[in-house]
T-cell receptor, first 109, second 115 residues
């Protein structure tokens, strides 16, 4: 059974639109949640972390967490071609970090 | 140098070869990790070292042997690998293992091809 699930995509959005990425996790013990961005041929880079229910905004990125529904999302506002990448969702119980397989986003110019 | 550096970036080896992957972190972190990334699959944790002590060995075959001589260096020794071991091997570090475990800094990876 997968611990962290993401829609693999690809998710194609026009430039300037909002990209919405979803992630669900199965382990109720998970307390911390992370979004990593991975450009093709590069390594993952942490872009957002969220620890409590609600929204967390950082520039054009907003992470949303709902622990009751075991659901995490990432919104990318005003999407740019440079946002084209694979986004990895991860959940941690403060000991073990589990990753999803990633959602590939393509922003069309 | 800054961040996490891995060498070599690309490696091709036969099934009978012995090779090693090297990772070095310049962030002053106390925990280091080896991950395996295969196409369309989640990152797989292989090994975790915290303060130079191995704290995780995620049912990895013995043909993979890690070594952590100090908190800045991590090696992955490879021998008698199988073609299915071909993947991107990522080294990562974090300030300390356990707390904020998800805040990892990754190296650029070593792309391994086993013939």
């Amino acid at each position: 059974q997968k611990e962290v699930e993401q829609n693999s995509g690809p998710l194609s959005v026009p430039e300037g639109a909002i990209a919405s990425l979803n992630c669900t996790y199965s382990d109720r013990v998970s307390q911390s949640f992370f979004w990593y961005r991975q450009y093709s041929g590069k390594s993952p880079e942490l872009i957002m972390s969220i620890y409590s229910n609600g929204d967390k905004e950082d520039g054009r990125f907003t992470a949303q967490l709902n622990k009751a529904s075991q659901y995490v999302s990432l919104l990318i506002r005003d999407s740019q071609p440079s946002d084209s990448a694979t986004y990895l969702c991860a959940a941690s119980d403060d000991y073990k970090l589990s990753f999803g397989a990633g959602t590939t986003v393509t922003v069309r110019a | 140098e800054t961040g996490v550096t891995q060498t070599p970036r690309h490696l091709v080896m036969g099934m009978t070869n012995k090779k090693s992957l090297k990772c070095e972190q310049h962030l002053g972190h106390n925990a280091m990790y080896w991950y395996k990334q295969s196409a369309k699959k989640p990152l797989e944790l292989m090994f975790v070292y915290s303060l130079e002590e191995r704290v995780e060995n995620n049912s990895v075959p013995s043909r993979f042997s890690p070594e952590c001589p100090n908190s800045s260096h991590l090696f992955l020794h490879l021998h008698t690998l199988q073609p299915e071991d071909s993947a991107l091997y990522l080294c990562a570090s974090s300030q300390r293992q356990g707390t904020n475990t998800g805040e990892l800094f990754f190296g650029e990876g070593s792309r391994l091809t086993v013939l």
